[in-house]
């Protein structure tokens, strides 16, 4: 039986005193007011989510129109179509890396709100484009916004949170990046590709718009010694007939509680030094937030996501691979959907087993059918993605009745929802959550970068190792890392569930083992 992060006897769980719980009527008032304020900044901040998604996925409808363009200054070849999809991921490393200044120097809100210059400059170049190197830069730009987003949004949310709700926001920045991309593949229907570029400043002019309205994070201001302003912000959050002062003090502990010379480099917005990273409160919960984004990008996510549809026409399947692709992306928004209702009820350690075993099991699933199972009748030769789903083999031909061509998209299905209720949405939850005070602005940019520079490896070797090996290789590479998730999760990962987050720093400080468990 797992055991509890904080609450047991003794004196190194008497981290803060328990406040007398509230009576039900004084609870449900207070509580709804509260979550209100909380719903409506955290629905501002992950409004920078939706554009990260449907900046990701722009590419999918604009190459294939731009691959027929009759401008020959526009006119892609498939390298430059590669580059132009892949550079994303490039912009989105060195968003994470300036993240690591801005989040601790600018403050999680307008870190955030910086991010719309970038993403509304490179859509307007984009919108504009009239060369090849407008369109790189305009993708570099908003792949820069996402992954500055991608760090200081979760940051912000689990920082305005109570512990009560803060698994359920935790998920909304992935789920609002779901529905980003879904809303381009929408749109992608009913508008030419340079109006899909004037679409996606909307988002971004609305998230700025609303983001002035609502208050920094009580935690920010308090590490910077705005005592005053984080109170006020607290308040604004729980309402004004909530008490705020237990809460309040519990974070003025934890700040206090920094050592001295982490204390006062906090209060002049110094970068964390390398003396203070080799405390062991330190490096321990940052080097699982970093395992956690490294493992959660080994799992293949990225390139399955980027080739869906071409790894659908390399494969047999009975539905056409547009459709396919269509209904595995409403599979993933559902998913997201439910593993937000989920979070603060089984806990995050059980839907992280959970996913992991599932995308285990569809991984290996797709190996085993790329290898044994029958062959495409009409393979995609542009995408070079046919030859190795045939190498090596010698499979029967697949009617298009036959049922077991459903194996690719059922087993697809099985793996996105699999990481859409774990190691899609957790992973961002937890390095939120896990992350010191001191530390939570640098390291949360260091996580981006370590994630998006292993999607930008993956996404690039697919095809050459597809090519190299056959379709089935990559598959059983990411069933043996989702193997390695669950080994990690079971004996590294901490259970986070209805705790704040000063007592999960407290606990980190103590070190006891049984955390772990």
């Given at each position: 039986?797992?055991?509890?992060?904080?609450?047991?006897?003794?004196?190194?769980?008497?981290?803060?005193?328990?406040?007398?719980?509230?009576?039900?009527?004084?609870?449900?008032?207070?509580?709804?007011?509260?979550?209100?304020?909380?719903?409506?900044?955290?629905?501002?901040?992950?409004?920078?989510?939706?554009?990260?998604?449907?900046?990701?996925?722009?590419?999918?409808?604009?190459?294939?129109?731009?691959?027929?363009?009759?401008?020959?200054?526009?006119?892609?070849?498939?390298?430059?179509?590669?580059?132009?999809?892949?550079?994303?991921?490039l912009?989105?490393?060195?968003?994470?890396?300036?993240?690591?200044?801005?989040?601790?120097?600018?403050?999680?809100?307008?870190?955030?709100?910086?991010?719309?210059?970038?993403?509304?400059?490179?859509?307007?170049?984009?919108?504009?484009?009239?060369?090849?190197?407008?369109?790189?830069?305009?993708?570099?730009?908003?792949?820069?916004?996402?992954?500055?987003?991608?760090?200081?949004?979760?940051?912000?949310?689990?920082?305005i949170?109570?512990?009560?709700?803060?698994?359920?926001?935790?998920?909304?920045?992935?789920?609002?990046?779901?529905?980003?991309?879904?809303?381009?593949?929408?749109?992608?229907?009913?508008?030419?590709?340079?109006?899909?570029?004037?679409?996606?400043?909307?988002?971004?002019?609305?998230?700025?718009?609303?983001?002035?309205?609502?208050?920094?994070?009580p935690?920010?201001?308090?590490?910077?010694?705005?005592?005053?302003?984080?109170?006020?912000?607290?308040a604004?959050?729980?309402?004004?007939?909530?008490?705020?002062?237990?809460?309040?003090?519990?974070?003025?502990?934890?700040?206090?509680?920094?050592?001295?010379?982490?204390?006062?480099?906090?209060?002049?917005?110094?970068?964390?030094?390398?003396?203070?990273?080799?405390?062991?409160?330190?490096?321990?919960?940052?080097?699982?937030?970093?395992?956690?984004?490294?493992?959660?990008?080994?799992?293949?996510?990225?390139?399955?996501?980027?080739?869906?549809?071409?790894?659908?026409?390399?494969?047999?399947?009975?539905?056409?691979?547009?459709?396919?692709?269509?209904?595995?992306?409403?599979?993933?928004?559902?998913?997201?959907?439910?593993?937000?209702?989920?979070?603060?009820?089984?806990?995050?350690k059980?839907?992280?087993?959970?996913s992991?075993?599932?995308?285990?099991?569809?991984?290996?699933?797709?190996?085993?059918?790329?290898?044994?199972?029958?062959?495409?009748?009409?393979?995609?030769?542009?995408?070079?993605?046919?030859?190795?789903?045939?190498?090596?083999?010698?499979?029967?031909?697949?009617?298009?009745?036959?049922?077991?061509?459903?194996?690719?998209?059922?087993?697809?299905?099985?793996?996105?929802?699999?990481?859409?209720?774990?190691?899609?949405?957790?992973?961002?939850?937890?390095?939120?959550?896990?992350?010191?005070l001191?530390a939570?602005?640098?390291?949360?940019?260091?996580?981006?970068?370590v994630?998006?520079?292993?999607?930008?490896?993956?996404?690039?070797?697919?095809?050459?190792v597809?090519?190299?090996?056959?379709?089935?290789?990559?598959?059983?590479?990411?069933?043996?890392?989702?193997?390695?998730?669950?080994?990690?999760?079971?004996?590294?990962?901490?259970?986070?569930?209805?705790?704040?987050?000063?007592?999960?720093?407290?606990?980190?400080?103590?070190?006891?083992?049984?955390?772990?468990?």
């Amino acid at each position: 039986m797992q055991e509890p992060l904080l609450g047991a006897e003794g004196r190194d769980y008497d981290t803060f005193p328990e406040k007398p719980p509230p009576s039900p009527g004084e609870r449900t008032r207070v509580g709804v007011l509260q979550n209100k304020r909380v719903f409506l900044a955290t629905f501002a901040a992950v409004l920078g989510n939706f554009s990260f998604g449907y900046a990701l996925v722009y590419t999918s409808p604009v190459i294939p129109a731009l691959e027929q363009s009759l401008d020959p200054d526009l006119n892609l070849t498939k390298t430059q179509a590669s580059w132009f999809g892949s550079v994303f991921t490039l912009g989105a490393a060195a968003g994470g890396l300036s993240a690591m200044v801005l989040n601790d120097l600018l403050g999680r809100k307008l870190s955030i709100m910086f991010s719309a210059v970038p993403s509304a400059a490179g859509y307007a170049l984009m919108a504009g484009a009239h060369g090849l190197w407008m369109l790189l830069l305009g993708r570099m730009l908003t792949g820069f916004a996402g992954g500055l987003t991608a760090a200081c949004i979760p940051v912000y949310v689990s920082e305005i949170a109570p512990p009560s709700v803060r698994g359920a926001l935790g998920a909304t920045p992935q789920l609002m990046a779901v529905f980003g991309s879904l809303s381009l593949y929408a749109l992608g229907l009913l508008l030419p590709w340079r109006w899909l570029a004037v679409a996606g400043e909307g988002p971004v002019l609305v998230m700025v718009l609303l983001l002035s309205c609502m208050p920094n994070s009580p935690r920010f201001l308090l590490s910077k010694g705005r005592d005053t302003e984080a109170l006020q912000a607290l308040a604004w959050l729980r309402g004004a007939d909530a008490d705020t002062r237990w809460e309040f003090e519990q974070i003025q502990d934890t700040v206090q509680r920094q050592p001295p010379a982490a204390a006062a480099s906090c209060l002049q917005s110094s970068p964390l030094s390398w003396a203070e990273a080799r405390d062991p409160h330190m490096y321990r919960p940052i080097v699982i937030a970093l395992l956690m984004r490294f493992l959660q990008q080994l799992t293949g996510i990225t390139p399955i996501l980027v080739y869906l549809q071409s790894i659908f026409d390399s494969t047999a399947v009975l539905l056409p691979p547009k459709d396919d692709a269509a209904i595995v992306g409403a599979v993933r928004l559902l998913s997201v959907l439910i593993a937000a209702l989920t979070m603060d009820l089984a806990g995050r350690k059980v839907l992280l087993f959970v996913s992991a075993a599932g995308m285990f099991a569809a991984n290996l699933t797709l190996g085993l059918y790329v290898h044994f199972g029958p062959k495409s009748l009409a393979p995609n030769s542009t995408v070079g993605l046919e030859r190795a789903a045939l190498a090596g083999t010698e499979q029967p031909l697949a009617t298009p009745t036959s049922y077991l061509t459903l194996v690719p998209l059922l087993a697809t299905m099985l793996f996105i929802m699999g990481y859409a209720m774990g190691w899609g949405p957790i992973t961002w939850l937890l390095m939120s959550e896990i992350l010191p005070l001191r530390a939570r602005g640098v390291a949360s940019g260091l996580c981006v970068l370590v994630s998006w520079l292993t999607a930008f490896a993956l996404t690039k070797s697919f095809l050459l190792v597809t090519n190299a090996f056959g379709l089935q290789a990559p598959f059983f590479f990411f069933a043996a890392v989702c193997l390695v998730n669950l080994a990690f999760t079971g004996c590294c990962v901490p259970e986070t569930k209805g705790r704040s987050l000063e007592q999960i720093e407290s606990f980190f400080r103590t070190g006891r083992r049984s955390f772990l468990r």
